[in-house]
């Protein structure tokens, strides 16, 4: 509802806190769209990182990692920001998006965008900004 770049405070809370009076503002009928990106956005994460969607991943490592609520954020918030066109080619290229993602873990940046301090506002917009230059890479690969 709210992009990324527009969270610009340090009150990670107080912003949650406003988006969800908002939300509790909305009509039945903006709700249900509201839902219904949601769960295309959940599907479109499943399709594309399948069971390590929302977990760290790293090249070499197979283990499943828990759920991270950073990396939960950023990929449903890119998956949900795709044109269904889009999304069919980065279904396409699920490999290629899974390889990318590993490297991208490898950035020392990223990995403390996700993991420490999530509510800065240079680590949110870090990490937006970085999962969006992932999927166009990918999509113009």
Known sequence: MTPPERYVTQDFDGFLRDTMHTVNALRPV????LELRFRLAMDGCKDLFGEHAFRKQF???????????ALFEVQAVAVAGCRAAELDVLRDRAPLLESRFKELMDDPAF???????TGDADKVNYR??????????????
Do not use: C, N, W
């Open 111 to 117: 990995y403390d965008a996700i993991s420490s301090g």
């Open 59 to 69: 090249r070499g490592v197979t283990r499943r990692y828990p759920i991270d609520k």
């Open 128 to 141: 937006f900004q970085s999962m969006k230059d992932l999927f166009r890479e990918v999509l113009h690969a």
């Open 30 to 33: 903006e709700l249900d769209k």
